[in-house]
């Protein structure tokens, strides 16, 4: 089974108000070490994945780099490590290979790296098509730019397009988020992602929003309510114009769902590279058949831009663990039920030789009386209600909590 190579790029022009993610404004001398530094991990990725017990893959169909905002980069140092990409893993000739880009960063010099680097898809941080939305969380582009943008890249040959919306934003009103969904529509690119405003303490704006203050323009953050009206409206507009949910936050013209992102939910092994970045490769072999028996494992980087690139650092890797069957079965189910097509319980004990618990199973039933769920033979899925408390949902039946908000 073929591997997706994830790189995280953490590095932007400026940090988003509303951005919990790792990521930031660095010196372009840390940009290079980091780029050294991935490079190096990618060199290292076989003799690290056996040491932890798991099953390198050399064949890779899937490439991402994501961010932060990977064309913050040099060109030069998105080809270094693709360089190294190509290296170590013998990626497909109809491998799906995306990179994460802000609308106004894409240069003609990084567009030709893009081009040599063999790049198919472009993910664009649109968040908004009413600029007053975007300048208010500290985004630079205009709606202008981003249709520029997705024109250059069209006549450069690369049609297989995403863009990014969330709903919530300041300002942000019904006629506004229209405004939006239809401008998304109207650049008929295939791919489309909404997401709505994640309020924590991870984000300027999400820490604002806690503690009731004004700053960032928090208190024109529309309210929950709103915000899941806009949600189901991008819902029914998306489907309508032929990009179809296929997973919680995801819509898609027929074909054209995210391949790489498809591994995530359907447990197929990916591996990453760079700050924060996670992995998941089978297990080596094994004598034991119960329960507690390894079935994949898990590992992650460390999310400390000055640990990362530490000279003479001991390991990258923050955090591993071994996913027992049992919790094989549990991933399964909570990350499977993201997808609109859900989950076939009975596939799914028949792959992992287990059967579900009747914890689990009385879950599944409550949420199947309650309406969060649907079911139709043995596949269940969420309902519409279900996909707007899908982290309820997930957390009711799955015995690790803290997994079921991945």
């Not at 119960?290 to 530490?310: H, K």
């Not at 919790?327 to 609109?340: D, K």
């Amino acid at each position: 089974m073929s591997v997706g190579i994830y790189i995280s790029v953490p590095f932007c022009k400026q940090k988003c108000s509303f951005c919990n993610f790792v990521s930031g404004v660095f010196s372009r001398q840390k940009m290079r070490n980091y780029v050294e530094k991935v490079a190096d991990d990618v060199r290292d990725s076989r003799q690290l994945a056996e040491s932890l017990g798991a099953r390198w893959q050399r064949d890779a169909d899937s490439v991402y780099l994501g961010g932060g905002t990977p064309t913050t980069l040099a060109p030069e140092q998105i080809a270094q490590m693709f360089a190294a990409v190509r290296s170590e893993f013998q990626i497909s000739d109809d491998a799906e290979i995306t990179v994460e880009c802000a609308p106004g960063t894409l240069s003609d010099e990084m567009l030709e790296a893009l081009l040599r680097c063999g790049v198919n898809r472009v993910s664009f941080g649109v968040q908004s098509f009413v600029d007053q939305e975007s300048h208010a969380v500290g985004r630079t582009h205009t709606r202008e730019s981003v249709l520029a943008d997705i024109a250059r890249l069209r006549d450069a040959g690369i049609s297989n397009l995403s863009i990014d919306l969330i709903a919530g934003l300041p300002h942000q009103t019904r006629e506004s988020w229209e405004e939006s969904l239809a401008q998304a529509i109207a650049t008929a690119v295939p791919h489309v992602s909404v997401y709505i405003l994640e309020v924590d303490e991870d984000s300027r704006l999400g820490r604002e929003l806690v503690a009731g203050g004004a700053r960032y323009h928090a208190h024109h953050v529309p309210d929950e309510d709103l915000c899941a009206e806009l949600y189901s409206t991008a819902c029914e507009r998306l489907n309508v114009a032929g990009i179809r949910q296929y997973e919680i936050s995801n819509f898609a013209q027929s074909g054209c769902e995210s391949r790489h992102n498809l591994k995530y939910w359907t447990r197929r092994p990916y591996i990453g590279f760079g700050l924060d970045a996670h992995s998941m490769l089978p297990a080596g072999p094994q004598e034991s058949n119960n329960t507690a028996a390894v079935a994949a494992m898990r590992f992650s980087t460390t999310d400390d831009l000055e640990a990362y690139i530490a000279p003479n650092a001991a390991s990258a890797i923050h955090e591993s663990h071994c996913v027992s069957r049992a919790e094989a079965l549990e991933e399964e189910l909570f990350l499977g039920l993201r997808l609109n097509r859900g989950v076939d319980v009975s596939e799914i004990e028949a792959q992992t030789g287990l059967q579900l618990t009747a914890e689990q199973s009385h879950g599944i039933e409550e949420l199947l009386a309650e309406g969060l769920l649907n079911r139709c033979g043995s596949r269940i899925v969420l309902s519409e209600r279900g996909r707007l408390l899908s982290n309820e949902v997930f957390s009711r039946f799955i015995a690790d909590k803290d997994a079921a908000a991945v």
